[in-house]
């Protein structure tokens, strides 16, 4: 059984910056595809940020573009999300997710990810 351990959320300022881990044990990481989503008070979980096994292509939503940057070291089974120029509007919980695939591809859907950590809130002050 996969399991996925957020951490590195917390409360900043905006423009300020916060870097998110996720850590993974019992499974073989690096045929993972792994993923952020977030959810904010009254709204849907929404996708932030994919990638591939390999680390070697990424997917990001439009609203965090150019801010967020995912990474991953299978070596650590460990996948990062670097969030730069936080905004207040990027307040969220913010779940890691994993999807054993059987192709070296991202994932978009929240539905395409079989695991899925606990959660660790980011806050954004204005």
């Known amino acids: 059984q996969v399991q996925l351990v957020e951490s590195g959320g917390g409360l900043v300022q905006a423009g300020g910056s916060l870097r998110l881990s996720c850590a993974a044990s019992g499974g073989t990481f690096s045929r993972y595809a792994m993923g952020w989503f977030r959810q904010a008070p009254g709204k849907e979980r929404e996708f932030v940020a994919a990638?591939?096994?390999?680390?070697?292509?990424?997917n990001y939503a439009d609203s965090v573009k150019g801010r967020f940057i995912i990474s991953r070291d299978n070596a650590k089974n460990t996948v990062y999300l670097q969030m730069n120029s936080l905004k207040p509007e990027d307040t969220a919980v913010y779940y890691c997710?994993?999807?054993?695939?059987?192709?070296?591809?991202?994932?978009?859907?929240?539905?395409?990810?079989?695991?899925w950590g606990q959660g660790t809130q980011v806050t954004v002050s204005s």
């Open positions: 997710a994993g999807a054993p695939g059987y192709s070296n591809q991202y994932y978009l859907r929240a539905m395409d990810y079989q695991y």
């Open positions: 990638i591939t096994w390999s680390g070697g292509s990424t």
